[in-house]
């Protein structure tokens, strides 16, 4: 548990968060998940397939894989950063975070434009990897308001709020680029707009409190430095995020060629957008009630095993039953599991948190899971698909290492 200090930028935030503070935060999440997840599921195989390559699953592989890789880096660096931060402005010291939010999109809406025009695989792999620059900074930023300003027993409800963007993201970024227009460069552009759009709210609009003269710890890399056995529920919240979003990008890296390969059906780019909003169904069906009754109830692991469960419950029929109306049963399973976890994953994650002055770093730090997971993901899932039993295997591991991940989470002790 992160320890209380008496300045606003450190302290234990106990007023609650109005609407509309929430709803900013919201859109500024979805605009990230949007520029993350639509070329990461849509564009990058769109144009790796257009490309016409060999072996495109593990070309696909290595270019998420290495964005996955810079993830790893950035995410705690940023947020290291942001600890310390403490911008001038006509002689007062002006909030940490919002700075970095703001230059990490900017930064993600230049890459979305270099991607719209990259003319082969060397360029998609440099824009993807410094796309996920900007990613990782504002990821870090934006997470961090959480601890920064939601009181403990509103962070189940504001964690489902800002759980759904990372689904709703990509379906509103497969409309997009699926109907507004058709083609990978527009595509880009496009979503670089609306990143900007839903970003800039938040940055303009809500409060950001400065750091002023308060001390914190010097940057050293040193300080990256974390003592997991004086943490254990910090590790083990490291372990179950890891697990479950290794699962996830199992189950959701390769569902195009899926389509494609195993289902076979005739139009799988649309049949993909249409998994995506059954997905979205479910998920925004159990986000926003698993955080309020986990408010209610004051306990969050019990919904975090009952999402694996459920996750895997999709996995496995994905794996016996490769036809399209199982796929859009287990999309809606798979949605609805993946919702309640991430209705409850950051609120848990906020109340192990080691130190106030370190928040950012240690989201960082968390944050470093599912880009190791992403990264993990392409490597097993690309020969398990190609020589160890193609997607029935792949999707097998899926609920595995799903339901161990939830199961993990019962090993932290001071959350109920």
Request: glycine share 10%; aromatic share 10%.
């Amino acid at each position: 548990m992160a320890v209380t200090h008496g300045t606003p930028a450190l302290a234990e935030p106990v007023v609650p968060v109005r609407r509309s503070w929430i709803g900013l935060l919201f859109a500024a999440n979805l605009g990230l998940w949007m520029a993350y997840y639509t070329p990461l599921q849509i564009l990058l195989p769109q144009q790796i397939e257009d490309l016409g390559v060999a072996h495109k699953e593990l070309w696909l592989g290595i270019v998420t894989g290495i964005g996955a890789i810079v993830a790893v880096v950035v995410n705690p660096l940023a947020g290291a950063l942001s600890d310390r931060t403490r911008p001038r402005l006509f002689g007062r010291y002006r909030g940490r975070r919002h700075i970095w939010t703001a230059g990490g999109a900017l930064l993600l809406f230049l890459m979305l434009l270099t991607l719209a025009v990259a003319p082969n695989l060397f360029w998609l792999t440099v824009g993807w990897a410094l796309a996920n620059i900007g990613i990782n900074i504002m990821l870090a930023t934006l997470t961090s308001a959480v601890p920064d300003r939601v009181p403990v027993a509103q962070r189940g409800l504001v964690s489902g709020w800002i759980g759904m963007p990372v689904a709703l993201g990509l379906v509103v970024g497969a409309i997009l680029v699926t109907s507004v227009v058709t083609t990978p460069p527009p595509g880009y552009l496009i979503i670089a707009i609306g990143l900007l759009l839903l970003v800039t709210p938040f940055v303009l609009r809500t409060p950001d409190d400065p750091l002023g003269d308060d001390a914190v710890p010097r940057f050293t890399l040193r300080g990256f430095r974390l003592d997991l056995r004086g943490n254990p529920d910090f590790a083990w919240a490291w372990v179950t995020r890891f697990l479950v979003m290794l699962g996830n990008a199992l189950g959701t890296l390769y569902l195009l060629y899926f389509l494609t390969d195993a289902v076979e059906l005739d139009d799988p780019d649309t049949g993909l957008l249409y998994l995506i909003l059954i997905y979205t169904v479910g998920m925004i069906g159990t986000a926003m009630l698993s955080g309020w009754l986990s408010d209610r109830a004051g306990k969050r692991k019990v919904f975090v095993v009952w999402s694996g469960v459920i996750i895997a419950v999709a996995a496995i029929l994905l794996a016996i039953w490769p036809v399209w109306p199982v796929a859009m049963v287990a999309a809606l399973l798979f949605g609805a599991g993946f919702g309640i976890y991430l209705a409850v994953d950051t609120a848990v994650v906020t109340q192990v948190l080691p130190a106030a002055a370190n928040r950012a770093k240690d989201i960082g730090v968390i944050n470093i899971a599912p880009s190791v997971s992403q990264a993990l993901g392409p490597v097993l899932a690309a020969p398990v698909v190609a020589f160890l039993g193609g997607y029935p295997a792949l999707f097998a591991l899926t609920a595995v290492t799903s339901l161990a991940g939830a199961l993990a989470v019962l090993k932290i002790r001071s959350v109920r």
